[in-house]
Structures are given as C-alpha cells and as structure tokens.
DNA sequence: CTGAATCCTACTGGATACTG
DNA sequence: CAGTATCCAGTAGGATTCAG
C-alpha cells in the first residue's frame, strides 16, 4: 500500500482531506501493522530490542528491526547504543512519537467504541449474501 | 497487511492498546489506499457511482467498485439502487461513517501539522547514512 | 544481545475486457 | 451507467540463517 506518490491530485470535495495530499506519504506511519504497536509499548519509556520483542509477542526480529528502522527515520523513536559487550540499544520516543501516539489512541479508541457495530453489520452482509437470491435463472 | 488475526495476544503496557486487540480486524478501515479519500468524497451527501470516480480522480473501477462494496459491508456507507434505465445507484455516508470520517480527520489534522518534521527527520536520517562512515575497516 | 541478509508467500492494487 | 472477471506487478511481512 504505497507505491510512493499515487498522489492523489487535487480533491474534489473534503477540505479536510486536502491537507492528506502532501502528508500522504506520512500516513504509512499507521498502517503498517507492528508500528503503532511498537509505539505503544514505548510509552511508559526507554526499551531495549529484546525488551520489546517479548512485550510483542508475535513480532519476528525482522519486523521489529524494520519497524524501528522506520520509526527512527521517521523522527518518532530514537536509538541509543552503548557500546558495551554485550550490546545494549535503548529505543525511546520522541516528543513527536508521543504527539503520534495521540492519533493512534484516537484510532484505538474509534475501534473500541464502534468494532461492534462494524462487526455486526460484517455479519448481516455476510448473511443476506448467502441469501435466496431470489432472481431464480429459470431456465 | 492483514493475515487476518495474527492477532497480537496480550499486549505487554500500553493499556491504550489492549482495546486494539480485538478491534484490530476493524483498523483496516483506515489502511485501506482509498477508504479515508471515499468516504471524505461522501461528506457532503449521497454521490453516484460515476460521480465519485469523477472525484477520486486516479481510482480504477475496481478499487472503487471493491472500496465501496467494503465500506457497505463495514456498515460505513448505504448503497442504493433504482431501478430505472439507465440504472443509479446512490452511495451515502451512515452515522457510523461519518464517526469514522472524523477520525480519519484526525489523522489527517495530525500528518498536516508534522508532516515537515517527519520529512525533515527522513531527510537528515537518509543524509547521515551517505557519511563518512567513519567505522574504517582498516584491515 | 542486536541485528543484517536471504528466500518465500499472500495480498493489495492497477490494466484491460466483458456484462446487464 | 454500474458493475464483474481476469491477469499481473509490486510489496508487506514471515521463517530461517548468518554476523559483530
């Protein structure tokens, strides 16, 4: 989902929307699927990589790596090495991580309010799909 | 970016989160590539098939075609059709819609305000990593 | 411990052509 | 007009292996 500036011309209606043009690019921030999860579990401060591997259970090294690369290139998480044996690197957010996780709680609590609704109204389509049919082709 | 439930277990902090858990499967709604333009196209009333693709423009048949039919599902938009010649359908925004329109504003407000930053802070992270180097291998 | 490199699969989204 | 069906490319993300 990106496919770098696809980029969404001018806007026919939604002033609101207008602003999302330019910033699209930074939109990918909340749809990866470990990101915002990542921020979340640097919220109550600095982590290290294996720290945050286990708060994420589920996540490969690989997109743990990836994510974090993206964050700290993105400004929203810093990297702190010290360079001692063994290695110890600390993650942290940034303000702008913090201002990021804002957004993202308003997201998550969207989805909390109303995942029923959606749900329930997945369920009811799903249903009258498998339906009648009605329109019999009546040889 | 889906996999359907990898479904992210317990969540170590972040209490925010824990909400995000279940609701997950509901987020798509805000990755999708065209969900947040579509239903922005919406805001200001019912809009017919041909109408919104006017709007969108650079969106294929398809997506819209398969955009559509996901927000109906989602219970985020109502479709109607008449059943005249030539055939109309009218595609409009439910409550539920415009709560999540909101959200997507939100967001929208958000990458506005810090796009700059996020660009400026990819823009000097790509810059450092063309640097010196200064780790010399120096057999 | 903290990653990077490689391989592989599934899904997203686009182009094109066809139907009621 | 309002779609559906098919084919195709790019990419996100997972498993596994290797390295400093």
Chains 1, 2 share one sequence.
């Not at 500036?5 to 699927?33: H, M």
């Not at 997109?63 to 290695?87: A, F, N």
Request: aromatic fraction near 8%.
């Amino acid at each position: 989902m990106d496919t770098r500036f696809p980029d969404l011309r001018r806007f026919g209606g939604a002033d609101a929307f207008l602003q999302v043009c330019k910033p699209r690019t930074v939109l990918d921030i909340f749809t990866g699927k470990w990101a915002g999860l990542v921020m979340g579990a640097l919220l109550d401060g600095p982590r290290r990589f294996n720290e945050l591997r286990r708060m994420l259970d589920g996540i490969t090294q690989k997109m743990l790596s990836q994510t974090l690369r993206t964050l700290e290139r993105d400004g929203l998480v810093t990297r702190t090495v010290y360079p001692t044996i063994p290695p110890r690197v600390d993650y942290e957010l940034t303000a702008l991580g913090h201002s990021a996780v804002d957004v993202l709680r308003a997201i998550g609590v969207w989805a909390g309010e109303h995942a029923d609704q959606v749900l329930a109204a997945r369920e009811a389509y799903d249903e009258r799909a498998k339906e009648p049919v009605e329109m019999v082709s009546r040889a």
